[in-house]
Nanobody, 117 residues
Framework: QVYLEESGGGLVQPGGSLRLSCVASGSIFSGDVMRWYRQAPGKERELDAAIISESSTVYADSVKGRFTISRDNAENTVILEMDSLRPEDTAVYYC???????????WGQGTQVTVSS
């Protein structure tokens, strides 16, 4: 099994920043894809960013230039740095990993991000 635990969510004003962390435990490998998704009320879950390595990242158009994904393989952690936050970024943010050991995807429980003045 792989367990994911997100942290770092909270309330922030528009234009502010937050740093989300996701720690993975269990059998994972440095080449396993890790992703951050968001789900706003009444909407489907959508991908914000994905990372295999620092040179292999993908971003949704809506977050390009504002969010940065990174990972620390020694700590089994993936980070999402979020800058210039907007009210429309308000959502529950989920960490996700595809395990090459178990051939399946695992999800965290999510962390709430609220952008409001």
């Amino acid at each position: 099994q792989v367990y994911l635990e997100e942290s770092g969510g909270g309330l922030v004003q528009p234009g502010g920043s937050l740093r989300l962390s996701c720690v993975a435990s269990g059998s994972i490998f440095s080449g396993d894809v890790m992703r951050w998704y968001r789900q706003a009320p009444g909407k489907e879950r959508e991908l914000d960013a994905a990372i295999i390595s620092e040179s292999s990242t993908v971003y949704a158009d809506s977050v390009k230039g504002r969010f940065t994904i990174s990972r620390d393989n020694a700590e089994n952690t993936v980070i999402l740095e979020m800058d210039s936050l907007r009210p429309e970024d308000t959502a529950v943010y989920y960490c996700n990993i595809y395990s090459s050991n178990y051939y399946r995807t695992f999800w965290g429980q999510g962390t709430q991000v609220t952008v409001s003045s």
